[in-house]
């Protein structure tokens, strides 16, 4: 569970009884047989950290930047991934992560003709509820 503000993420991480992977701490070390769930930071577990051990995200906080979106799926959606695909959910829950959700479509897509790089938002099956 992927969230940006720490109000939501201790919440989150109080009601399921998970650990909060907030600033300083690394969600890589995390042992998904121990761990099922992880609440992690969009920030401080953005880069860098190797999550593919875990096969589905949730994404509470959306974030309004087509990079960051990729970075936040690339922590599952990886060398090393032994599931066939990844689920990613996105909880638009407000016409402001709408928005956010939008612009990060945008973005990724400018990205893609920008570098010639594939982002994971243009070619993931996108269901909307």
């Known amino acids: 569970i992927y969230y940006e503000h720490t109000a939501i993420g201790e919440a989150v991480a109080r009601l399921g009884g998970w650990t909060m992977y907030g600033q300083g701490m ?23 950290k190797n999550l593919q051990a875990w096969d589905r995200l949730l994404i509470v906080s959306v974030p309004a930047n087509g990079a960051t979106f990729e970075q936040v799926i690339g922590r599952i959606h ?7 695909e990844v689920v990613v959910d996105v909880y638009l829950h407000s016409r402001e992560y709408e928005r956010a959700w939008e612009q990060s479509l945008i973005d990724a897509k400018r990205l893609e003709e920008r570098d010639g ?7 993931a099956t996108k269901l909307i509820d």
Request: hydrophobic share 35%; aromatic share 2%.
């Open 117 to 123: 790089q594939v982002q994971k938002l243009n070619f």
């Open 26 to 48: 690394d969600a890589s070390s995390a042992d998904k047989n121990k761990e099922p769930v992880l609440v992690c930071s969009i920030h401080a577990q953005l880069e860098g």
């Open 78 to 84: 990886r060398p090393g991934q032994l599931a066939d």
